[in-house]
C-alpha cells in the first residue's frame, strides 16, 4: 500500500457512518451483509447507504458481489491488513519493545472474541 492509497483508505474511514458500516462489516464476516440490511442497522436510508458503501468500495475496504436482486457487502481484511501494516511500517524506529503493547493488544483480539470489536 502506498501514501495515496492509505489516505484514501483513512478518509473513508475518517466519516462515523462509514466507520461504524465497515466495523459492522468486520463483525458480519465471512457471510458479509446486503446493502438494505446495513441500511436498517445503521438507521440511515438504502441510498445514503449505498453512497457509503461506494466510498469504502473505492477505498478498497469493501466489496460487493450480486446475490440474486441484492448485494452481498464484505469487508476486505486483507486491504484492511495492509493498511495497519503501512501504519506501523515505521512503528517504533524498530525498538520492537515499544510496539510490544499493540501487538500484545492485537493478538488479545484474536483470543478473546470482540474484545477488539
Known amino acids: 500500500m502506498d501514501q495515496t492509497e ?3 483508505a483513512l478518509a473513508a474511514l475518517g466519516q462515523p ?5 465497515f466495523r459492522l462489516l468486520v ?4 457471510e458479509g451483509a446486503p446493502a438494505g440490511e446495513l441500511a436498517r442497522a445503521m438507521g440511515v436510508p438504502q441510498n445514503t ?3 457509503h458503501l461506494a466510498i469504502l468500495s473505492r477505498a478498497g475496504l469493501a466489496r460487493g458481489a450480486r446475490n440474486s436482486r441484492s448485494i452481498l457487502y464484505r469487508a476486505d481484511l486483507a486491504r484492511f491488513r495492509a493498511l495497519v501494516a503501512f501504519l506501523m511500517t515505521d512503528c517504533c524506529a524498530g525498538r520492537t519493545e515499544l510496539c510490544a503493547p499493540l501487538l500484545d493488544e492485537l493478538a488479545s483480539c484474536q483470543t478473546s472474541k470482540g474484545a477488539c470489536a
Do not use: D, K, V
Not at 457512518?17 to 458500516?21: K, N, V
Open 6 to 8: 492509505a489516505i484514501l
Open 17 to 21: 457512518t462509514r466507520l461504524e458500516t
Open 27 to 30: 463483525r458480519r464476516e465471512p
Open 49 to 51: 447507504m449505498s453512497a
